[in-house]
């Protein structure tokens, strides 16, 4: 047997432990390993290497993916999907395992279909993934947005101003739920819960009225605010190759800040700040638990090979490694609970 594994979408901490628990897993079973360079591109375009013992030793600990990535939709351009069918052929790669997120489970599900043996390893810092408890990354993330915010109490309550933290979250607020909770966040923004400009500094005013003089704000990038929503209608944004905003450029932090500090500065004499933590998110060493999770699932995914059950992806649900048909997760998110949300809005 000899299978391919890539990495695809962007990186996080918790890549390289699955990776190598599915070579090391593969090699116990004397089968051959072979890296797909560069995600679904390097399927496409033949981005194709054997993988040694000694290549997957010392990785455990690593952040970021010895694979590299890219974000390629192989369903985008009419040839790409028989030109990567073709290179898994010419390398004789019997099943392909892909690590990644929507986009990449996506594409995994899309070739399934076309008769190319695949399992999927779910993986993105937004834990949106339905059917998973946690996707590795997500728990790594997490900490890095609540050490943040920890270190942050200090500088706005100093000033006695208000800090808007933008975080992650493309389509839900996993990121800034958790995160927030965790760090403390005096309010939290999230897709899943749309809110106004005024229902933000009304919350700023009573934390004033009540003796804290200042506040600290998670916002997810991607969060639904009225007021942002409606003047971003017909702008024309810029998108990737899956159809997906560029986040970045909406600078959602940087607007909710001045908003803030515009309605209330004579109001209450107060200054706000933006901090962007983006790709700091995604950077370091992959936590305990990304570095057992991706493991765990890596080891499982050789297991399904070995049973010859394809077109599935690992989970993680409960305490318990599980498996469920790919075409349940491609094209969804899973929302951040509605208990959750309330849990939030107690400590507000």
């Not at 040839?79 to 010419?90: F, P, R, T």
């Not at 991607?222 to 159809?243: H, L, M, N, R």
């Not at 049973?307 to 491609?330: C, H, N, W």
Request: hydrophobic share 40%.
């Amino acid at each position: 047997m000899r299978i391919g594994v890539l990495t695809g979408g962007g990186d996080v901490p918790g890549l390289n432990p699955a990776i190598r628990a599915v070579a090391r897993r593969a090699f116990d079973e004397g089968w051959e390993v072979y890296g797909i360079m560069e995600g679904w591109r390097g399927l496409r375009d033949g981005l194709i290497r054997p993988l040694s013992r000694e290549d997957v030793s010392g990785i455990l600990h690593v952040g970021g993916t010895m694979l590299g990535s890219s974000r390629t939709n192989l369903a985008k351009k009419p040839g790409d999907v028989e030109k990567a069918m073709a290179n898994a052929g010419k390398f004789g790669l019997d099943a392909i395992v892909a690590i990644g997120g929507d986009d990449t489970l996506g594409v995994c599900a899309h070739m399934s279909r076309h008769g190319m043996p695949a399992i999927g390893i779910p993986k993105t810092m937004d834990n949106d993934i339905p059917g998973t408890d946690y996707c590795i990354g997500f728990n790594t993330a997490v900490t890095t947005v609540a050490d943040a915010i920890d270190k942050l109490h200090s500088t706005a309550e100093s000033h006695h101003r208000v800090i808007v933290v933008e975080v992650m979250g493309r389509y839900t607020g996993w990121v800034a739920v958790m995160g927030g909770i965790a760090g403390g966040a005096d309010y939290i923004l999230i897709p899943e819960v749309p809110t106004s400009i005024p229902e933000v500094c009304e919350h700023v005013r009573q934390r004033w009225a009540s003796g804290k003089r200042f506040s600290i704000i998670a916002v997810a990038e991607a969060a639904c605010i009225k007021e942002v929503v409606s003047a971003e209608a017909g702008c024309g944004p810029q998108t990737d190759d899956f159809g997906h905003v560029r986040l970045d450029t909406r600078g959602l932090g940087s607007t909710l800040a001045t908003a803030i500090e515009d309605r209330l500065k004579d109001e209450l004499h107060l200054e706000a700040r933006f901090v962007v933590l983006g790709h700091l998110q995604r950077g370091g060493s992959p936590s305990v638990f990304d570095r057992v999770l991706g493991t765990r699932l890596g080891v499982h995914a050789v297991e399904l090979i070995k049973e010859g059950k394809f077109g599935r992806m690992v989970a993680l649900q409960g305490d318990s490694i599980t498996d469920i048909p790919l075409e349940e997760v491609a094209g969804k998110q899973r929302k951040v609970d509605a208990d959750l949300c309330a849990l939030t809005r107690m400590f507000y």
